[in-house]
């Protein structure tokens, strides 16, 4: 059984700085790639930043290239995913979700086959 775990979300003012993290468990889970997502209200889920299971390829979407970093450390049948999160915007608010359950590290939610449960990011003075 593969779980995933969000945790580090919260309120923040514009400029500031958050730290995601996923918790990602079960058999083989260090093969996989890892994925951020976010889905604000009325709008649909966007991948955000991915990571191939070395953590030797990754990809940002446009609107977080150089304010997103998305790292991971694995361990047997155990990941954790971080994703630090610089230059807060109002827009970047949504819940944020990390995903895994395939090999290719992509930005595309429907390739995903496991989901965590979301952490809240709001970004407001």
């Known amino acids: 059984q593969v779980q995933l775990v969000e945790s580090g979300g919260g309120l923040v003012q514009p400029g500031g700085s958050l730290r995601l993290s996923c918790a990602v468990s079960?058999?083989?889970?260090?093969?996989?790639?890892i994925g951020w997502f976010r889905q604000a209200p009325g709008k649909e889920r966007e991948g955000v930043s991915c990571i191939s299971s070395s953590g030797g390829t990754k990809h940002d979407t446009g609107s977080v290239k150089g304010r997103f970093t998305i790292s991971r450390d694995n361990a047997k049948n155990t990941v954790t995913v971080n994703l630090q999160m610089n230059s807060l915007k109002p827009e970047d608010t949504a819940v944020y979700y990390c995903?895994?359950?395939?090999?290719?590290?992509?930005?595309?939610?429907?390739?995903?086959?496991?989901w965590g449960q979301g952490t809240q990011v709001t970004v407001s003075s």
């Open positions: 079960g058999l083989g889970v260090e093969y996989w790639a």
């Open positions: 995903a895994t359950g395939q090999s290719l590290a992509s930005l595309v939610p429907g390739l995903y086959d496991y």
